[in-house]
């Protein structure tokens, strides 16, 4: 079964920076996007960024010039065990959340079990 594996949440101060990982645990075919949710507390899980097979990107208007998304590899390159990146850059205390990828194939979708970034103020 198909896992995807966040690293890289942590403590970090406001205007700080942090850098998101999640890597799959097996090749997944056909993939159409890749994406980043974030979870604050006591809050409804929200679209932070999101890359397409196309390699065009859709930022949330609240990460828009602070965060970047990126892949290892091409969306479009089928046979890859492709690894997805959150570049956090001016983090404020509102991005604090719990941070999920997310992997999306025709039909189905694959979650990861989220990291925690705090942003402290």
């Known amino acids: 079964q198909v896992q995807l594996v966040e690293s890289g949440g942590g403590l970090v101060q406001a205007g700080g920076s942090l850098r998101l990982s999640c890597a799959a645990s097996e090749r997944i075919f056909s993939i159409l996007d890749m994406g980043w949710y974030r979870q604050p507390p006591g809050k409804q899980r929200e679209l932070v960024a999101q890359?397409?097979?196309?390699?065009?990107?859709?930022?949330?208007?609240?990460?828009k010039g602070r965060f970047t998304i990126s892949s290892r590899f091409p969306i479009s390159r089928v046979n890859a065990q492709n690894t997805v990146y959150l570049q956090m850059n001016s983090l404020k205390p509102e991005d604090t959340a719990v941070y999920y990828c997310?992997?999306?194939?025709?039909?189905?979708?694959?979650w990861g079990k989220g990291t925690l970034v705090t942003v402290s103020s």
């Open positions: 890359i397409n097979s196309g390699g065009s990107t859709t930022y949330a208007d609240s990460v």
């Open positions: 997310r992997f999306a194939r025709a039909g189905m979708e694959y």
